[in-house]
């Protein structure tokens, strides 16, 4: 049984935030749940994914966040519970349906959980999704720990069905990844059926309709602004005249940096869960209690510009700050070290920072190879840009190369520098189009096969239809790896118990009208670079489809073990170190070894035999058996 399944209750778990929101979303009795992976999201999804095998529950992997979304609001407005989770960019793409929804709303409990990223771990920007809450006029809620995540997640449904609105749930990825203790509550048996009850003048926003609608989103609004005034998610504590206002993960480092400080009994907290609609009338209480206000949030000053806009509305006149060269960044995320200190400086405490420790003291006992992002070892995508920038080479041919949002965005490092501007999921075909338009290099776009079934197709048929010629590489490899080897439509390896059609992506493009396809293994690499030489010689928009599963998802699919290795022979004895200038995998190395026989090394404990170097250097050959 899946540990979230446990009847138990009040039984202690070790949970992350995202698997804390699983479990309040299962106690709440979600019985509809809906993604498109992305960090720091993903786990939800996953589990999710698990449980559905083992339970009543339905869930899918959707096609992309706006399709995620939209599906589950057709079972939320047939009654019947639903959660969407996607990560802070994954609600751009959900932006459309999510601001008429919030007119139509919901009949039964719905959660969009929103994942942002402050210091942009695993994403392309660090916006800051509160301002959709404030956007679309829907109800917020923030959790500041895992225990917090799943009862505010449970909270959410019964907050979503009480004003027939979705509830936006936001984490941010210190929350989403934290792993702390969390109390379990009786699991709800879930409605798993629901019925459509016709209402068109509500879910049919026409014009007419939608200005009714627009209203009523309004005064649900004040309704939601009463509950976050009477949250228990809200909260003052402390008895001092110095005031913070927190939410979320800084929360934490607020409560650790005033017992650091010694100044528990100065300060007085407010601590926001229900951070939108506003609850004005306890910061009102707040601001009126304290003699100024330090602001400790992460990104945009949302709750700082909510407390000047009280403080205005009250006639109270004191310092709030937050946002400011002297204090808080807008970028990236907090530390508690940053937290404590800002908070010192702020209300003038003699404060001296703790000695950061200096690593480079003693150098032998700390030292730690640097690990930057790579493409692994045997990755097919590496193959493929070696294939295509080779043939630049020798044809001498200049290129530009929009590509797309995933393990291959890695591409843009050197030595393959095959990437020159991403945006957006989907964005290399069209930023294809318009460049290929305006300027006089060939246009290479990439793209991968589940970033292509997510927007990817849109923008091809509009590729064709208006006569763009580019060449459009679709690297295939079987599943969405970035993200944690979720499955998508093009799989052909599958999970057990997978029982869905697969989908040709090939099909696909030639249902789109390209004329001219071709689909190669990466891996052999005389065929690629003979599909991407004819590619580069045709007229038309072509459409390489490079093929091959990622050999870390086929492993722990099929359990398939190592190839067979590879040797540098010793007529590698020269300064040439092409393999590494060029292609660049991390099995590859200089041999830098006093008695060196051999100017390259594999380090057969990275290598999985894949077998493309020996492709290209006939100084690298099959180990013997």
């Given at each position: 049984?899946?540990?979230?399944?446990?009847?138990?209750?009040?039984?202690?778990?070790l949970?992350?935030?995202?698997e804390?929101?699983?479990?309040?979303?299962?106690?709440?009795?979600?019985?509809?749940?809906?993604?498109?992976?992305?960090?720091?999201?993903?786990?939800?999804?996953?589990?999710?994914?698990?449980?559905?095998?083992?339970?009543?529950?339905?869930?899918?992997?959707?096609i992309?966040?706006?399709?995620?979304?939209?599906?589950?609001?057709?079972?939320?407005?047939?009654?019947?519970?639903?959660?969407?989770?996607?990560?802070?960019?994954?609600?751009?793409?959900?932006?459309?349906?999510?601001?008429?929804?919030?007119y139509?709303?919901?009949?039964?409990?719905?959660?969009?959980?929103?994942?942002?990223?402050?210091?942009?771990?695993?994403?392309?920007?660090?916006?800051?999704?509160?301002?959709?809450?404030?956007?679309?006029?829907?109800?917020?809620?923030?959790?500041a720990?895992?225990?917090?995540?799943?009862?505010?997640?449970?909270?959410?449904?019964?907050?979503?069905e009480?004003?027939?609105?979705?509830?936006?749930?936001?984490?941010?990825?210190?929350?989403?990844?934290?792993?702390?203790?969390?109390?379990?509550?009786?699991?709800?048996?879930?409605?798993?059926?629901?019925?459509?009850?016709?209402?068109?003048?509500?879910f049919?926003?026409?014009?007419?309709?939608?200005?009714?609608?627009?209203?009523?989103?309004?005064?649900?609004?004040?309704?939601?602004?009463?509950?976050?005034?009477?949250?228990p998610?809200?909260t003052?504590?402390?008895?001092?005249?110095?005031?913070?206002?927190?939410?979320?993960?800084?929360?934490?480092?607020?409560?650790?940096?005033?017992?650091?400080?010694?100044?528990?009994?100065?300060?007085?907290?407010?601590?926001?869960?229900?951070?939108?609609?506003?609850?004005?009338?306890?910061?009102?209480?707040?601001?009126?209690?304290?003699?100024?206000?330090?602001?400790?949030?992460?990104?945009?000053?949302?709750?700082?510009?909510?407390?000047?806009?009280?403080?205005?509305?009250?006639?109270?006149?004191i310092?709030?700050?937050g946002?400011?060269?002297?204090?808080?960044?807008?970028?990236?995320?907090?530390?508690?070290?940053?937290?404590?200190?800002?908070?010192?400086?702020?209300?003038?405490?003699?404060?001296?920072?703790?000695?950061?420790?200096?690593i480079?003291?003693?150098?032998?006992?700390?030292?730690?190879?640097?690990r930057?992002?790579?493409?692994?070892?045997?990755?097919?995508?590496?193959?493929?840009?070696?294939?295509?920038?080779?043939?630049?080479?020798?044809?001498?041919?200049?290129?530009?190369?929009?590509?797309?949002?995933?393990?291959?965005?890695?591409g843009?490092?050197?030595?393959?520098?095959?990437?020159d501007?991403?945006?957006?999921m989907?964005?290399?075909?069209?930023?294809?189009?318009?460049?290929?338009?305006?300027?006089?290099?060939?246009?290479?776009?990439?793209?991968?096969d589940?970033?292509?079934?997510?927007?990817g197709?849109?923008?091809?048929i509009?590729?064709?239809?208006?006569?763009?010629?580019?060449?459009?590489?679709?690297?295939?490899n079987?599943?969405?790896?970035?993200?944690?080897?979720?499955?998508?439509?093009?799989?052909?390896?599958?999970?057990?118990g997978?029982?869905?059609p697969?989908?040709?992506?090939?099909?696909?493009?030639?249902?789109?009208?390209?004329?001219?396809?071709?689909?190669?293994?990466?891996?052999?690499?005389?065929?690629?670079?003979?599909?991407?030489?004819?590619?580069?010689?045709?007229?038309?928009?072509?459409?390489?489809?490079?093929?091959?599963?990622?050999?870390?998802?086929?492993?722990?699919?099929?359990?398939?073990?190592?190839?067979?290795?590879?040797?540098?022979?010793?007529?590698?004895?020269?300064?040439?170190?092409?393999?590494?200038?060029?292609f660049?995998?991390?099995?590859?190395?200089k041999?830098?070894?006093?008695?060196?026989?051999?100017t390259?090394?594999?380090?057969?404990?990275?290598?999985?035999?894949?077998?493309?170097?020996?492709?290209?250097?006939?100084?690298?050959?099959?180990?013997?058996?």
């Amino acid at each position: 049984m899946h540990p979230l399944l446990t009847q138990e209750v009040d039984k202690k778990l070790l949970l992350l935030g995202n698997e804390a929101i699983v479990r309040g979303a299962m106690e709440a009795g979600v019985a509809f749940a809906t993604t498109y992976p992305g960090t720091p999201a993903s786990e939800i999804g996953d589990n999710f994914f698990r449980i559905a095998a083992e339970s009543e529950l339905y869930f899918e992997y959707s096609i992309n966040e706006k399709v995620a979304l939209e599906a589950a609001a057709g079972a939320a407005v047939s009654g019947v519970r639903a959660m969407c989770s996607m990560k802070h960019v994954g609600l751009n793409v959900a932006a459309d349906p999510l601001m008429t929804l919030a007119y139509v709303g919901v009949r039964g409990g719905m959660v969009i959980v929103t994942a942002d990223d402050p210091a942009i771990f695993s994403s392309q920007n660090e916006q800051d999704n509160r301002m959709y809450a404030r956007l679309s006029n829907l109800p917020m809620l923030e959790p500041a720990s895992a225990q917090e995540a799943k009862e505010m997640t449970e909270a959410a449904f019964g907050i979503s069905e009480a004003l027939e609105l979705p509830v936006l749930l936001r984490t941010t990825t210190r929350l989403s990844h934290c792993r702390s203790i969390v109390t379990t509550g009786p699991l709800e048996s879930s409605k798993t059926r629901g019925a459509f009850e016709k209402e068109s003048s509500r879910f049919v926003p026409v014009p007419a309709n939608a200005r009714v609608r627009h209203r009523v989103l309004i005064s649900q609004g004040e309704k939601a602004r009463n509950m976050a005034c009477r949250s228990p998610f809200n909260t003052v504590t402390g008895t001092g005249r110095w005031g913070i206002g927190t939410s979320g993960i800084a929360y934490n480092y607020v409560v650790d940096a005033i017992k650091d400080l010694g100044i528990k009994d100065r300060v007085k907290i407010f601590k926001l869960g229900f951070t939108y609609p506003f609850p004005e009338k306890p910061a009102a209480e707040f601001i009126g209690s304290v003699d100024k206000i330090l602001v400790v949030e992460e990104l945009e000053p949302f709750l700082q510009d909510n407390l000047k806009v009280t403080a205005q509305t009250i006639g109270i006149v004191i310092p709030i700050a937050g946002k400011d060269p002297e204090l808080f960044s807008r970028l990236y995320e907090f530390d508690p070290g940053m937290v404590r200190e800002v908070i010192a400086r702020f209300f003038q405490l003699d404060y001296t920072p703790p000695r950061p420790v200096d690593i480079k003291e003693d150098t032998e006992a700390v030292q730690v190879p640097m690990r930057p992002p790579n493409l692994c070892a045997g990755c097919p995508h590496r193959a493929t840009y070696y294939a295509v920038t080779s043939v630049l080479r020798e044809t001498q041919t200049e290129a530009v190369f929009p590509t797309d949002i995933g393990c291959y965005t890695l591409g843009f490092l050197p030595p393959l520098q095959a990437a020159d501007i991403f945006i957006c999921m989907g964005a290399s075909i069209t930023l294809a189009a318009g460049i290929s338009r305006v300027t006089d290099k060939k246009v290479i776009a990439f793209i991968g096969d589940s970033t292509f079934f997510h927007s990817g197709i849109t923008g091809l048929i509009n590729a064709v239809h208006n006569r763009h010629n580019f060449i459009l590489v679709i690297l295939d490899n079987g599943t969405t790896a970035m993200t944690g080897h979720q499955p998508h439509p093009g799989i052909e390896i599958t999970p057990p118990g997978w029982d869905k059609p697969y989908i040709s992506i090939e099909a696909i493009a030639r249902g789109c009208g390209v004329e001219q396809i071709s689909v190669v293994n990466p891996l052999n690499l005389d065929k690629t670079k003979a599909a991407v030489k004819e590619a580069l010689e045709s007229n038309l928009l072509s459409v390489i489809v490079a093929k091959s599963p990622c050999p870390l998802y086929e492993a722990r699919m099929l359990g398939k073990k190592k190839k067979r290795g590879f040797v540098v022979g010793p007529e590698c004895n020269t300064d040439c170190t092409e393999c590494i200038d060029t292609f660049g995998c991390p099995a590859l190395y200089k041999n830098t070894a006093p008695d060196a026989k051999t100017t390259m090394i594999i380090n057969d404990n990275v290598c999985i035999g894949c077998g493309v170097c020996i492709q290209f250097c006939k100084k690298i050959r099959p180990k013997k058996i």
